[in-house]
T-cell receptor, first 114, second 114 residues
Framework: AQSVAQPEDQVNVAEGNPLTVKCTYS??????LFWYVQYPNRGLQFLLK??????LVKGSYGFEAEFNKSQTSFHLKKPSALVSDSALYFC????????????FGKGTRLHILP | EADIYQTPRYLVIGTGKKITLECSQT?????MYWYQQDPGMELHLIHY???????EKGDLSSESTVSRIRTEHFPLTLESARPSHTSQYLC?????????????FGPGTRLTVT
């Protein structure tokens, strides 16, 4: 079965430092991977996606993600964290074996410390 | 921001009441979804639709029902609300294509059943 895992429930980073939010996946075939962000009392917002091609994908708000096929990872990164980046982040994978549904990870809460 | 709307944003209602959560999108997307999410937790797919007159149950068993009479409208109904239905309900939509696609989310409805 297709799945994604976010090994960290929470990540704390000082403002101005680089941040990484980890995601690993398990799929058969080529993965279609996504990152979403959720601010308090809001729906999810799409950040970026990997389809094919360049392993470094750039997205909204200065975020980027690195696709690593050998490690089956798709970590979210940002060179310099802002306090406003504090939110809940979800990694997701498209499940092509189950009606093209998107499977979400359990989420990682990112705290940026001023 | 995506053009997908949910009403009401917040609802407090007594046990046994019938409620309908509204979801509309103006993007002409064929696929629509309902997720249930406890605050700050993972998403659970409860219903989805491929298009008009199409409805499918998701991964999480739910006592709610949905309908899709118009492309832009995907309401969710609880015939008899119970405290166990207290949660946040997120509606989403996406294009119905064979390629990779992201889902666009509404702001959510936070439901409290007393």
């Amino acid at each position: 079965a297709q799945s994604v895992a976010q090994p960290e429930d929470q990540v704390n980073v000082a403002e101005g430092n680089p941040l990484t939010v980890k995601c690993t996946y398990s799929v058969s075939g080529n993965p279609y991977l996504f990152w979403y962000v959720q601010y308090p009392n809001r729906g999810l917002q799409f950040l970026l996606k990997y389809i094919t091609g360049d392993n470094l994908v750039k997205g909204s708000y200065g975020f980027e993600a690195e696709f690593n096929k050998s490690q089956t990872s798709f970590h979210l990164k940002k060179p310099s964290a802002l306090v406003s980046d504090s939110a809940l982040y979800f990694c997701a994978v498209r499940d092509m074996n189950r009606d093209d549904k998107i499977i979400f990870g359990k989420g990682t809460r990112l705290h940026i410390l001023p | 921001e995506a053009d997908i709307y949910q009403t009401p944003r917040y609802l407090v209602i007594g046990t046994g009441k019938k409620i309908t959560l509204e979801c509309s999108q103006t993007m002409g997307h064929d696929k629509m979804y309902w997720y249930q999410q406890d605050p700050g937790m993972e998403l659970h797919l409860i219903h989805y639709s491929y298009g008009v007159n199409s409805t499918e149950k998701g991964d999480l068993s739910s006592e709610s029902t949905v309908s899709r009479i118009r492309t832009e409208h995907f309401p969710l109904t609880l015939e008899s609300a119970r405290p166990s239905h207290t949660s946040q309900y997120l509606c989403a939509s996406s294009e119905f294509t064979s390629g990779p696609y992201e889902q666009y989310f509404g702001p959510g409805t936070r439901l409290t059943v007393t």
